[in-house]
């Protein structure tokens, strides 16, 4: 506390972007831009067909309706302001501003691996228990499973989120990044921070480690279920129908183990950008893409709702 008066708090961080970059501001601001606005068309394009075909209201489809939201969201608590970083070479958000990004993204990063797990579970029933898939995964509850990953999204990251908000900032306040991530805001902080993060990590393992574990466990059942199945097209056809939630949770997840395992701190800074940019910015724009390529009930989908508007 002695400390704390005889330093001055910062009032607003300088986020610095991508500061080797500033002679393609412009091009960079177009490229994340045309992303962005695809990102969001992609991702709502699969929520109104999810909501409007009669031949995608299913369970998995629902769950896809609402990961495709959680896209959104992520993609918009993050590229917008980025936009702004980058035009104008670095830009100022205020401390309060910045801790409210950080919880805005852990929360749909949280809820996307939730989501992400329900799906694997849906898998798991249809191919592994298809005689009583209908009656398990009913209407009431695909509903529960979504608003818990929803509700524990939203309320979880507070764990780590609100000690985060008690640290007292001073001296620098440039941080080296597009946005307001958790390993930078650390190294500014004149406070302890390993109480904090060693909070961040444990409250890691129920909404990241856990959720991972268990993807993994369900398809290994999956796949043993699947081997079984005595004809190749049968095996084929099982296996098409959980192939894109396999590609969209081995993107994803690859990314996330890469940003919280490797040691940034200790390496370059551009490391942790690169990752970051796959995360944000070019998982949820790939996810639509890889459903939409890989899943004829969607392609028959944009195809009627084309006739539709046509």
Request: hydrophobic letters at 50%; proline letters at 4%; one cysteine or more.
């Amino acid at each position: 506390e002695i400390l704390k008066k005889n330093l001055t708090a910062i009032s607003e961080f300088l986020l610095l972007g991508f500061e080797n970059l500033h002679s393609f501001k412009t091009l960079l601001f177009f490229v994340f831009l045309t992303i962005y606005i695809f990102t969001v068309a992609g991702n709502l394009l699969i929520v109104v067909l999810v909501s409007t075909s009669p031949q995608i209201q299913s369970p998995m489809y629902f769950f896809l309706s609402h990961l495709s939201v959680s896209d959104v969201l992520l993609t918009t608590y993050a590229i917008p302001n980025m936009l702004r970083v980058v035009l104008e070479e670095g830009s100022t958000m205020s401390v309060n501003g910045c801790l409210t990004q950080f919880y805005l993204i852990c929360v749909s990063t949280i809820v996307e691996c939730f989501l992400l797990t329900v799906m694997s579970y849906d898998r798991y029933q249809a191919i592994c228990n298809p005689l009583h898939y209908t009656t398990i995964m009913n209407n009431r509850l695909c509903t529960i499973l979504v608003f818990l990953s929803w509700f524990l999204g939203s309320v979880w990251p507070l764990i780590a989120v609100i000690p985060v908000f008690n640290l007292f900032f001073c001296h620098s306040n440039v941080i080296d990044h597009f946005y307001c991530d958790f390993a930078p805001i650390m190294e500014l902080s004149c406070s302890d921070t390993s109480l904090v993060e060693r909070e961040v990590f444990m409250s890691s393992f129920p909404t990241i480690v856990i959720p991972f574990i268990f993807i993994i466990v369900s398809y290994c059942y999956i796949s043993r279920t699947v081997m079984g199945i005595p004809t190749t097209l049968g095996r084929k056809k099982a296996f098409s129908t959980c192939s894109s939630h396999l590609a969209v949770v081995s993107a994803y997840y690859g990314t996330l183990i890469i940003k919280y395992t490797v040691p940034f701190r200790a390496n370059s800074h551009v490391l942790n950008k690169i990752v970051s940019l796959l995360y944000t910015v070019f998982t949820p724009f790939f996810n639509p893409i890889i459903y939409s390529l890989r899943n004829n009930d969607i392609k028959m989908a944009i195809k009627k709702l084309g006739v539709f508007l046509y």
